[in-house]
C-alpha cells in the first residue's frame, strides 16, 4: 500500500521515509511536483512510523547486499531525530551496511539546538542541501519556516558535522542553479572545508 512505504529500493541502496514533516517548502520539492522517487511511488504518509515499524520494514531487506541505507523521503529526517537516532543503532547492530542522511541541515532551528554530535557514529555521511550561495536567495528557494537566518544555520551545522560525521557533502541541484551560482557555492564550500555535489533534479 502507497501509505505504508517507510522504506524502498534506489538503485542499490535501501531508503528510510520517517516523516513528511519539513520546515521548508522548497520551489523545486518532489513533493509538490513529482509522482514518486524513482518508481517507488509518492510517499505520503498516512502515519509516521514508530520505531517498531521502522524496524519490521528494514528486517524486509538483507542490508548487507546494498550500499547504503539512507534517511530521506517526503520530508525532512531530522525532524524525527530520536528515531532517526535509534534506527541507525539498529541498523549498526545488524549490519556494516553504510548509513546517510539526505537533511535540509536545519536540525539546529528544529531542535533549538546543535544536533550534528547526535549522529557520531551512527551515521558515515550527511548530505545536506545547500540550494544558494546567500541567504536571500536560500529563504527564496526553500521558504524556510525559519526565515533568513536558516542558511547560516544550515552552514555552522554542516561545519559542525565535520567533527562528527566521517563524510559531509553540500548539494546544490543543477536546474536550479547557474553556473554563476555554482561557483559562488564552490567559493563558499572551498572556504569552510566543505565538498560540493552538484546534483541532477532527483531525490537521491
Ligand atoms: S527540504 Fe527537502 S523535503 Fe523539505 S521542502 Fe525542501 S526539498 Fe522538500
Known amino acids: 500500500m ?3 512505504i517507510f522504506t524502498y529500493l534506489v ?18 520539492c518532489l513533493r ?10 509518492p510517499l505520503w504518509l498516512k502515519h509516521e512510523p514508530s520505531l517498531e515499524e521502522v524496524k519490521e520494514s528494514l528486517d524486509q531487506w538483507n542490508l548487507s547486499q546494498y550500499d547504503e541505507v539512507v534517511f530521506c523521503g517526503y520530508g525532512e529526517p531530522m525532524e524525527r531525530l530520536d528515531v532517526l537516532l535509534e534506527t541507525a543503532s539498529y541498523i549498526r547492530e545488524k549490519s556494516d551496511v553504510k548509513t546517510r542522511v ?9 531542535w533549538k539546538r546543535p544536533t550534528a554530535q ?25 521558504r524556510s519556516k525559519f526565515g533568513v537566518e536558516s542558511f547560516d544555520a544550515m552552514l555552522k551545522f554542516a561545519v559542525d558535522c565535520k567533527e562528527y560525521v ?16 555554482q561557483k ?18 532527483e531525490k537521491s
Open 11 to 28: 538503485k542499490n541502496s535501501i531508503y528510510v521515509n520517517l516523516t513528511n514533516r519539513c520546515p521548508c517548502a522548497c520551489t523545486f
Open 2 to 4: 502507497k501509505d505504508l
Open 184 to 201: 559562488r557555492c564552490q567559493e563558499l564550500c572551498d572556504k569552510l572545508g566543505l565538498t560540493l555535489r552538484i546534483r541532477p533534479y
Open 118 to 142: 547526535y549522529l557520531k557514529g551512527l551515521i558515515d555521511c550527511v548530505s545536506i542541501s545547500l540550494n544558494a550561495c546567500n541567504k536571500e536567495d536560500y529563504l527564496r528557494l526553500t
Open 166 to 181: 566521517p563524510k559531509v557533502v553540500m548539494t546544490i541541484v543543477d536546474v536550479v542553479t547557474s553556473k554563476e551560482v
Open 102 to 110: 539526505n537533511t535540509n541541515g536545519l536540525g539546529d532551528l528544529i
Open 32 to 41: 509538490q511536483n513529482g509522482d514518486g522517487v524513482f518508481g517507488s511511488g
